[in-house]
């Protein structure tokens, strides 16, 4: 059973199953938070066009396995040394098995030929999946650990592809104090 990865767009009819799915996790994960949750997540998944997921400046791949989506992820340009990761996913009864490790690691590669040093991401604090993720792959939480999570209007993290130990590299990445949700 091999996992093939596919470059290509979110425009792919392989990429819907992806594109519902985060749809309906953003909608479910944070309806108490958001007046009109499917609406709001309609929103943020538009908010992107397709294009700033292909090369030269971005990348948007998918991972096929028996003819079927089984994950994808995408990078779209942040300033000119960063990429920034978006719409990491895995499907539900394929999670845990290094699927999503797999995604980051391929588009951390593709970043890298696309000239870019770091890498920068934002997550909900309703994923704790994710920010597990992101710790197991070497990045750096880039927002006040000792402030509950829910505070944060986004959780930042990053990583340098150079030196994924050095943060110092990534300071003007950091969450400020406009970044909260409670003031």
């Given amino acids: 059973m091999s996992t093939l990865v596919v470059d290509t ?3 792919d009819p392989r990429a819907q199953p992806l594109l519902d799915a985060l749809l309906h996790e953003y909608a479910t994960r944070y309806e108490d938070y958001r007046k009109d949750g499917g609406a709001a997540a309609a929103q943020e998944m538009a908010r992107y066009p397709a294009e700033l997921f292909a090369p030269p400046q971005g990348a948007f791949i998918l991972l096929i396995r028996d003819g079927e989506t089984v994950g994808g992820g ?10 920034e990761l978006k719409r990491i996913w895995t499907r539900d009864d394929l999670r845990r098995q290094g699927l999503a490790k797999q995604i980051v690691q391929e588009l951390e590669l593709r970043a890298l030929g696309q000239g870019y040093t770091r890498i920068y991401l934002t997550t909900g604090f309703k994923q704790p999946e994710a920010w597990a ?3 197991r792959t070497g990045y750096a ?7 509950p999570p829910e505070v944060h209007v986004h959780l930042r993290f990053g990583k340098d592809l150079l030196d994924p130990h050095r943060t110092g590299t990534l300071e003007d990445l950091r969450a400020k104090d406009a970044d909260l949700a409670i003031r």
């Fill in 9 to 11: 767009t979110p425009l």
């Fill in 141 to 147: 939480t880039l927002f006040d650990t000792a402030l």
């Fill in 133 to 135: 993720l992101y710790e």
């Fill in 74 to 83: 995408a990078f779209k340009r942040y300033d000119a040394r960063t990429a």
